[in-house]
């Protein structure tokens, strides 16, 4: 009984250790490659020719990819001290918001003014400490395309 309990504690911490990867698909015109999917550095990606990929680290970091004949490659080394949870909390941001009504949801809460959430930890923290995960999500967009023009 103990071996099978500290199997279990094993294949947690080094399972959750593993699902960490290291880029997050903030945008594509490449309709195979959806909006929240996760890459790891070094990773070969089927972007096709003249289509564009734009990932983020949970760093913040974002880099815009052009796919070619051969797909394009994310860029970068592996990162073994990757921030998982703040990885997870971004992936729930970018990914589409659930459809309908959901149970749970905060009503009538004092969420933060979408201007005053200008870096990743303010939008990191107000999607979840305070539950403004819809604030927390448009502020995130608003992040990205100043990113994407301070780029240009």
Do not use: H, W
Not at 7 to 13: D, I, K, M, R, Y
Not at 25 to 39: C, E, H, L, M, Y
Not at 103 to 108: D, N, P, Q, T
């Amino acid at each position: 009984m103990r071996k099978l309990l500290i199997g279990v504690a094993l294949s947690l911490a080094f399972g959750g250790a593993a699902a960490a990867s290291d880029y997050l698909v903030v945008n594509s015109t490449d309709p195979a490659i959806k909006r929240g999917q996760a890459f790891d550095a070094g990773a070969k990606v089927p972007l096709g020719a003249g289509k564009t990929l734009t990932v983020m680290r949970a760093s913040g970091e974002v880099t815009t990819l052009r796919g070619g004949a051969a797909g394009a490659t994310i860029p970068g080394a592996r990162v073994a001290s990757a921030d998982a949870a703040r990885f997870e909390t971004l992936r729930a941001l970018v990914e589409p918001p659930p459809q309908g009504r959901t149970f749970g949801a905060r009503r009538g809460g004092i969420c933060p003014a979408i201007e005053s959430l200008t870096t990743l930890d303010d939008i990191v923290r107000t999607a979840e400490s305070s539950g403004c995960k819809a604030v927390a999500r448009q502020a995130l967009d608003a992040y990205l395309t100043k990113g994407a023009a301070s780029n240009d």
